[in-house]
Structure formats: structure tokens, C-alpha cells
């Protein structure tokens, strides 16, 4: 009948039987196992893997603290950078509306000289404070400057306080290099060793730790920082990128363009063995890949480009 076989069939799974059997000849088993009858010993099993979790956590969180300080200090550098630039801006069409032939590059010293001077009546031995040596020549274009009449006393508090809030945010951005310079030599020795320290914590914050800095290829950490370039050419086709963050080192800057991505590359390769060395052996080798880096730049003729915008060809 149809029923038997189904009876046949359920009698003969083999697995089943075993287990069925084996749980009820080892009885013993079901009588070691912990019973948790009551709230109380819900409670006590629950807090024992909260505590054993939180430990993992806390363990993985030391492995990677230096790292997340890193990361954030960067990134809260950079954002700073942004601000600063954008009240230097906001400083220059404000104040450079009465002084227009006063051109700073320095955004400190252009912020000192706002908290200092209001009208054409220069204090001398306050501008000699701010600027030193250099008191005669912005002497001259603060007195040639014929924009606004002199600025009231209620508009130029506003521009000084304007002012005092990019010198507090340059403070602030001298600490935080300072705690990066440190932090970086302290994580990764040999790859500080080969680039500035600002470059190297922006590559640990593109990785997301040293390990994944560690591990990625070559041709990876060539391109970091150039996510954008890349993919927009994949998506359009547009010529592909050859550097990211490395184009701020200023040995490749002074390279010529033909010769930018072969050291590019040169130095990625670099990079990634002294990120290898730092994170796993911990021994510091980063003058011997220097010097390698140093006997490439010899050996190959480049162009480079001095002070007085001359090319020069260096050839070993």
C-alpha cells in the first residue's frame, strides 16, 4: 500500500534513525547540558556573552586606535584647510576693498595685519611685529592703496573678529600637524620615512587602517585620492589618471609630465613594501628603499624644473 511504503521509507532514513538512537542511548547528555529555568539564569548567560562580546570589541578597537586617530585628524585638518581658505577669500574682498594693492600670499600674516592696522596711519613697530624685515615694502602699498575712504569702528571690530577666527583656525591646524607628524612616525616609520607625513596619513585614510594599506597592489596606492579621475574614465573614456595624493610629493612635481607616472609608480612600489614592513616585521628598511628611489632618479634623464621656470636636462 502507499502508505506502507511511505512508512518503509520514513523507517528506512538511516540518518534520522542514528540520531534517534544516539539521543536516547546517551541520556547522560541531556543531563550535563546547563537548564535555564528561570529569569536569573537568562540574565547571568546574557551578561557572560555581553562581557566576552565587549572584550572582542575592545580589542580590536586598540589594534586600530592609532589608526582612527590618524583618520580623523587628517580629515578634520583638511576640512579646516577648506574654512580657512574660504574666510581668506571673504578677508581679502572685505579688507582689500580699502587696501587693494595690499597682496599677500601669507593668510596668517594678511589676518595679523587686518587685527592691526585700520586706517593709513601705520604704526610702524606694530607692522615691524607682524611682517619683520619686510615693514618698508607693505608700508609702501598700504600708503598707494586709494580704495574705500577709512574703514568705521563697528565694521572693522566685525573684520578684525573675521580675521582672529582664521588665526585661531591656523592654531589649531599647527596642533593638529604636530599630532600627525607624531602619531604617523609612530604607526608607520617607513612609509613617513619615504613622503610627508600629510600625504601618508591621507593614503592610511583612503585604506581605512594600515592593514588594508598593507595589502592593496601597487598600481592601487598609486591612485589613491584620484577615485574621481578614475571613474570617470571607465564611465566616459577619458585619459586615465596617473597619480593621486603622490602629485603632491614635491620630487615628482618637478619632474616633466612624461616622466611623472613612471616615478609615480616607482614610488607606489616603494610605498607598498615599507606599508608591508611597517605593519607586519615592524623593521624599519626605509633607507635602503630610498636610496633605491634615489639611484632611479640618477639613472634615468629627466627634465627638471628649476626656480627660474629653465629646463635643465639631468642626466647621470
Known sequence: MPSDNKFKKFKSNKRYTHNFKDNFKNKNNYKDRPRYDNQTDRDDRRSRFMKKAKG???????????????????????????????????????????????????????????TKINNKNVDIDNLKEIVGEEHEKILKLIKSSEGFPEIELDEYKAMSELAEEELAIIRVQDN??????????????????????????????????????????????????????LFKHVKFGS???????????????????????????????????????????????????????????????YLQKNNSDENTISED
Open 56 to 114: 572582542e570589541v575592545m580589542m580590536a578597537y586598540k589594534a586600530t586606535a592609532v589608526d582612527h586617530s590618524i583618520i580623523e585628524a587628517i580629515k578634520s585638518y583638511n576640512e579646516l584647510e577648506k574654512i580657512r581658505n574660504i574666510i581668506y577669500e571673504r578677508l581679502e574682498e572685505w579688507y582689500g576693498a580699502y587696501f587693494p594693492n595690499l597682496k599677500l600670499n601669507n593668510h596668517e600674516t594678511y589676518a595679523k595685519i587686518i
Open 239 to 301: 585619459r586615465p589618471p596617473k597619480y593621486g595624493y603622490l602629485f603632491k610629493l614635491p620630487e615628482l612635481a618637478n619632474l616633466d609630465k612624461k616622466e611623472k607616472g613612471r616615478m609615480a609608480r616607482v614610488y607606489a612600489t616603494k610605498i607598498s613594501i615599507a606599508a608591508r614592513a611597517d605593519y607586519y616585521t615592524k623593521r624599519f628598511i626605509a633607507d635602503t628603499l630610498k636610496e633605491q628611489i634615489n639611484k632611479i632618479l640618477k639613472k634615468k634623464p
Open 176 to 229: 593638529l600637524g604636530t599630532f600627525l607628524e607624531m602619531q604617523t612616525k609612530k604607526l608607520m616609520p617607513n612609509v613617513v620615512y619615504l613622503i610627508d607625513y600629510k600625504i601618508a596619513a591621507e593614503m592610511l585614510s583612503r585604506a581605512g587602517s594600515l592593514e588594508h594599506l598593507a595589502i592593496l597592489p601597487a598600481s592601487t596606492i598609486q591612485l589613491l585620492g584620484a577615485e574621481k579621475a
